[in-house]
């Protein structure tokens, strides 16, 4: 097995890509994606404070290292979701990154900041955690970064999870799930610019790149997401690719190039102000997120 660029011995085969690349070459490639990623959809400015949503797992890390070496500006936001032995590890393998890397990490901890963790948020709502989790995180993620002044919130959701997503989007006809799903959101009053830079690379791309650049991340699947739909989707899409490399990127960049505009046109605009509590925009009384503390820790009504 020989690198397509030096003819070198390869360290990974891509079969999407029909190549084989060394170690050097394999870096270099995962650098051109972000920077395709990136260009294509005009997700970061140079100069740009960015902030990079680092969960300690192989993506988010991966990501941050990409970015600093693509000579962004990036600092880290961890939050702890109270998961027990799982979070305190993702925690640790951030930290240890950060600190070998000298990075800044920003931490906020659910329990400590906003009183309540997702185990007790799904418990309180009797829904499956996965739903509490996502909303909590996307709050944290946007209320971080416009008090502290970033322009652009970056997560680590690959060309995987992306295609699973738009998977379970397109079998439910979620129309307004479509019309959001998109690698680069603008910013708006009270929402923060959002971009999955890694959109172009896939799950076992992001593992190698970890393992080759000595990356120590969180190898275990969150304990509460045990069994949820995403990862039957992913593991449907994984067997189409296998049949037919390139299927999950003909999905997802046809998506993208071809249909996505025809979900956003024309739908109504509903009417948002600022949530009494917290400022997030909403359609609401309050945020879902301030109704989600509600339930989760109802003394503080
Ligand atoms: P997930 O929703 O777990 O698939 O994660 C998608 C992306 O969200 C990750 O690549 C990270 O960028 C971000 N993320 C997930 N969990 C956390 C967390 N606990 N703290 C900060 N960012 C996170
Ligand atoms: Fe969100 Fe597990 S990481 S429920
Ligand atoms: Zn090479
Ligand atoms: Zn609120």
Redesign the pocket.
Known sequence: MKCRVCRGPAVIDLRRHNANFCHEHFVAHCEEQVRRAVRHFAMLEPGDRVL????G?K??LA?WDLLVRLGYAADG?????GIDRYSDE?LGHARAFATRRQLDLHVVDLATDHGFTVPEAAAATRRAPCGAC?LS?RHV?NRYALDHGYDVVC???NLD?EAAVLLGNVLHWDLDSLARQHPALPAAPGFARKVKPLYRLGEREMAAYCVLERIDYQVDE?PMAAGNRHLAYKESLNALELRSPGSKAAFLFGYLERAHGSFTRGGPTVALHPCPRCGTPTPGDECAFCRLQHRAIPVTS
């Open positions: 990079v949503a680092v969960s797992g993506d988010s990501l936001l961890y939050v702890g979701l993702s996502g995180k993620f997560t680590g959701h999870d969150c």
